[in-house]
């Protein structure tokens, strides 16, 4: 039974004690424990249920690699499940709750899966529930949904806040033991900004548990100094409980850090996620013990040797008082020495070499402890504990040769560094025979955009192993215990037969055995990531930290063939599980999808604007007066604009900056026309395909100098197209001199739209804005009134307009001014609906109406807008396949309605048949209707086949119920066809 030591603890303060429950029973540990230590130091060895089997399970670890301890913790709001309770600080009033069983820990009708574990193999749900079909839906899959999972799901929202944080340096160091203090020193010493973290609580790693010393000094004072010197750099960063969750491209590294997980609800954010961008980066990640597949192996009480070394050294709990360790390796000896130094028994150290030497199995041998040469441990005796072992040859086939008494088990098959973040963004690795190890291959680093490594490894993560062989990597003398080579050891015994092997744990948390590896073989999963699929191998909350190797060398066997043949599975972030919370961030609730606000908002608001969604913007659809409905206000407004002079807050739409000495020739690319060619001064609208070439995005280009353009686009899609630019300056044309800058929320821009809108332009004073001097798409910029203004003269309406825009901060009081200079000229703004009904008169496009994803240019009689000198343009190719240049696509047209009405949104015009689904054969659909106060009736733009063909004939829509419509094909510029009113 596991229990407090009276005496050390390296780690712990026993001078504040700290109440906790556990299932609802009273426990206390103290400050410095994790949930783990104080769960064993408080005698509760099984700790949770399997996943499949819900065989008991007890604690195996004491850091990451942690498979079976996994906690609900808290209540309520802050109840969080699957905590790890291994890397979980203890704090006071913590509430846990164990996993995975019902109804109790102790009983758990699930268990009974264990007794038919014959029947449920690897890959079983792959060959059963099949027949009869019915009873998929009425029995197993209610039965599988409600069985699937770990863990509660909490039922009430989230109060604590996380946030996210950006960071830049030259090295950043990841792991804080002797290899990345050593290295952060290095780097620091030479002048670079230095970023070092560690994913715990405590700098130094395991070296202060194994001790050594370091240049001539014992390791915990050589810690210490490093630590003083680091802190006095002002070049230096150091952080503790931040975790480097992932490497990716760019030196571009996700951290996660726990900031007030131990005192809830104190106001400081629960979780930080930081993105780090490092010119370089180290990772001195350390290296994780590999457990051994025998028989029993998952019994509670049945623990990785470090482990136990750990709690009784950091901790000062006794994960038992009788102990058998089973080994392959001499680390392990260091494991009988400490609990030799704790005043506990060790039963007998069971070792798979046939022979042993070397200091640290004859200093064990010196105080007493048998050691077994040879032997294994054919099975762990005993259901929630461990009650014994039983020794067999490990060359055997499990026959026992001897029972030994004991509570705990403690097993080392070797060491596997942690190569996660070098093999996120493929750095490579090579097999290591001798230590039977993958270690990173540093002849093919994971490399940056110039080819070169943007990774270093040191210490125990690059094989290192030994504290004199870590240092000596970094410079730095440091003396150890020599170690004999260890003999591989991936099943015990080497001959076990299926009793055993059923028994033999690989996967903890899942109940992935030797025997379910061996049968994916044998089924012909010969890709260690289709066994791992197939057996659900690693796909547990550790992610195979502790079963990936052993598991892809049964594999090997299985096939014949060496490990390096098999490989390994893809590592992926985040190395350990992040909070969705830190992800989030501040993106919840209004925050989620936050609203943007034009600096003209308020007004609006005070003026009762009726808002509608326009990305992320409310725009004004109409200005309702005091009993007026929204399609009189509509109506009025667009009245008003085409007689008098009519405003529209039109800061919304995109402005993207394009500049650089290759910028003309990009924009030649991202546009059908040419967009090089455009004098300085001028204005072109233009249109953007995707690579499929159907239309995306349209607007108005203005060359603002020789190497310098402002891209308008729509309202929507302004975030879109400045990413669309950036990948495609990024990844395809890397090379070109382009710069690109999204200036949207920089400027206000308002248009005065209407026969008199010159006329108010000239009363606020300033520039020249006539016909001669600004005439149609051209743009000047200069003083108008009081405002630093550039004016863009163009029309959306096909009125008479102006768009004016000046720097935000300007924006309200320039509207303002506008509307008291215009009162007399009876100037009313305008919403985004009359600016609808306005363009459709004119015939004018809108992307998102006329355009659905599958419309191209020359559907909506574009092709104008199509240079002909371009030998290329995004989407070109792409327009020049057969589907594309079928006579049969739909074309644009205007329709206009025999009575008057309007025709509802969304209307087909069916055709004569039905296909084979029994669906009514259709030849058009309506993009845009609208009733039109100028026209007096109701219009419309559709698709229609071979429209452009057809005017005049009468064809009918979909109306209301069963009600058609029948509309008229006509041309779709209904207003004002010459353009006479925009050109005076």
């Not at 350390?286 to 990785?304: K, S, T, Y």
């Not at 993958?438 to 094989?463: E, H, L, Q, S, Y």
Request: charged fraction near 25%.
């Amino acid at each position: 039974m596991s229990t407090r030591l009276s005496k050390g603890g390296r780690l712990i303060d026993r001078a504040k004690p700290l109440a906790f429950t556990f299932n609802g029973k009273p426990m206390r540990g103290f400050a410095g424990d994790t949930l783990a230590s104080a769960l064993l130091g408080g005698g509760q060895v099984m700790v949770g249920r399997s996943f499949k089997y819900h065989r008991p399970r007890g604690i195996v670890a004491s850091g990451a690699e942690e498979p079976n301890a996994l906690v609900g913790l808290g209540r309520n709001a802050r109840f969080e499940p699957d905590q790890r309770t291994t890397t979980t600080e203890l704090f006071e009033g913590a509430e846990t709750t164990s996993q995975n069983h019902w109804p109790s820990l102790d009983f758990d009708i699930g268990e009974i899966n264990n007794t038919f574990y014959k029947f449920l193999p690897a890959g079983f749900y792959y060959k059963t529930f099949m027949a009869p079909r019915a009873a998929w839906k009425h029995l197993f899959e209610p039965i599988i949904r409600k069985s699937a999972g770990l863990g509660g799901v909490p039922k009430e929202a989230d109060p604590d806040r996380y946030e996210q944080v950006y960071a830049h340096c030259d090295v950043l160091v990841v792991g804080g033991g002797v290899a990345g203090l050593a290295a952060a020193l290095k780097e620091g010493r030479a002048g670079k900004r230095v970023w070092l973290i560690e994913q715990t609580p405590n700098w130094g790693g395991r070296t202060p548990v194994d001790g050594g010393q370091i240049d001539g000094h014992d390791a915990q004072t050589w810690i210490d100094s490093a630590l003083v010197e680091l802190s006095s750099m002002e070049n230096v960063t150091m952080r503790t409980r931040l975790m480097a969750a992932g490497l990716h491209d760019h030196g571009y590294v996700i951290g996660y850090e726990n900031l007030a997980d131990t005192t809830p609800g104190d106001g400081r954010p629960r979780h930080r996620l930081w993105r780090i961008r490092a010119g370089h980066t180290i990772t001195a990640t350390g290296a994780i013990e590999r457990p051994l597949a025998f028989a029993g192996n998952d019994v509670p009480g049945v623990m990785l040797a470090s482990a136990v070394r750990d709690y009784i050294v950091n901790w000062a709990v006794s994960p038992g008082d009788r102990t058998v360790l089973v080994t392959n390796n001499d680390d392990a000896y260091r494991t009988a020495l400490a609990i030799l130094d704790a005043g506990l028994t060790v039963s007998a150290v069971v070792d798979a070499r046939e022979e042993t030497h070397g200091a640290l199995p004859e200093a064990v041998k010196a105080r007493g402890v048998r050691v077994l040469e040879g032997r294994g441990i054919a099975k762990v005796l005993g259901r929630k504990g461990v009650s014994g072992v039983e020794i067999c040859a490990q060359a055997g086939e499990g026959g026992a040769v001897e029972m030994i008494d004991c509570d705990c088990v403690a097993m080392s098959g070797g060491w596997s560094p942690v190569v996660h973040l070098w093999s996120h963004c493929g750095g490579k690795l090579t097999w290591d025979d001798a230590r039977a190890m993958f270690r990173p291959d540093p002849n093919r680093p994971p490399t940056g955009a110039d080819g070169t490594g943007m990774a270093t490894v040191v210490g125990a993560a690059n094989g290192d192993l030994t504290l004199s062989e870590a240092m000596g990597g970094l410079g730095i003398g440091a003396a150890s215990e020599e170690e004999a080579p260890l003999a591989p050891v991936w099943m015990m015994p080497a001959g076990a037969p299926d009793a055993l092997r059923f028994k033999s744990f690989l996967d903890y948390q899942n109940d992935v055995k030797v025997s379910d590896v061996q049968v994916a073989a044998r089924e012909g999963y010969e890709s260690v990531e289709h066994t791992k699929r197939y057996t659900t191998l690693g796909m547990a909350t550790d992610q195979g930290k502790l079963s990936n190797i052993n598991g892809l060398a049964i594999l090997s066997d299985a096939l014949g063939q060496p490990i390096p043949a098999t490989g390994t599975t893809t590592f992926r972030p985040p190395y350990t599980p992040i909070s969705l919370g830190a992800v989030t961030a501040e993106a919840k609730g209004e925050l989620f999808q936050p609203l943007r606000r034009t600096p003209i908002q308020s007004w609006h608001e005070a003026k009762g604007a009726h808002w509608e969604p326009v990305g992320h913007w409310r725009r004004p659809y109409c200005y309702p007066k005091s009993g007026e409905s929204h399609r009189d206000a509509v109506n009025r407004e667009i009245t008003n604009t085409r007689k008098n002079v009519g405003m529209l807050d039109a800061s919304t739409l995109g402005k993207i900056v394009v500049k650089g000495p290759d910028a003309g020739k990009f924009l030649d690319m991202l546009y059908t026309n040419m967009m090089s060619t455009l004098p300085v001064g001028k204005c072109r609208y233009g249109l953007m395909c995707n690579e499929n070439g159907f239309l995306m995005d349209d607007g108005v280009v203005a060359r603002l100098d020789e190497d310098t353009w402002l891209c308008h686009t729509t309202s929507g899609g302004a975030d879109h197209i400045h990413g669309w630019m950036e990948d495609w300056l990024q990844c395809e044309w890397w090379d070109w001199k382009v710069y690109t800058a999204n200036l949207t929320e920089q400027y206000a821009q308002i248009a005065v739209v209407g026969p008199k809108s010159r006329e108010l332009l000239e009363r606020l004073g300033g520039m020249d804005v006539s016909k001669e001097t600004l005439p149609f798409m051209k743009w000047t910029e200069g003083k108008l009134g009081a405002f630093d203004a550039r004016i863009f003269r163009i029309s959306f309406s096909g009125e008479l307009s102006y768009e004016i825009s000046v720097p935000a901060s300007q924006g309200l009081a320039l509207w303002k001014a506008l509307m008291a200079e215009g009162e007399a000229l009876g100037v009313m703004p305008y919403g985004t609906e009359a600016l609808h009904v306005m363009r459709a008169e004119k015939g004018f496009i809108m992307i998102g109406d006329e355009t659905d994803g599958t419309v191209i240019p020359q559907d909506l009689g574009l092709n104008w807008a199509l240079s002909k000198k371009k030998t290329d343009y995004l989407g070109k190719r792409a327009q020049e396949r057969s589907h594309m240049t079928d006579p049969n696509r739909w074309k644009l047209v205007g329709l206009e309605t025999l009575d008057g009405s309007v025709i509802p949104d969304g209307s087909h015009a069916p055709a004569d048949g039905f296909n084979a689904n029994g669906q009514r054969h259709t030849q058009g659909r309506v993009t845009s209707t609208y009733y039109s106060p100028t026209i007096g009736k109701g219009i419309a733009m559709g698709l229609v086949l071979n429209g452009p063909d057809r005017m005049g004939e009468v064809i009918e829509f979909t109306g209301e119920g069963e009600e058609m419509v029948k509309a008229r094909i006509v041309d779709p510029v209904f207003y004002d066809k010459d353009g006479e009113k925009q050109n005076v």
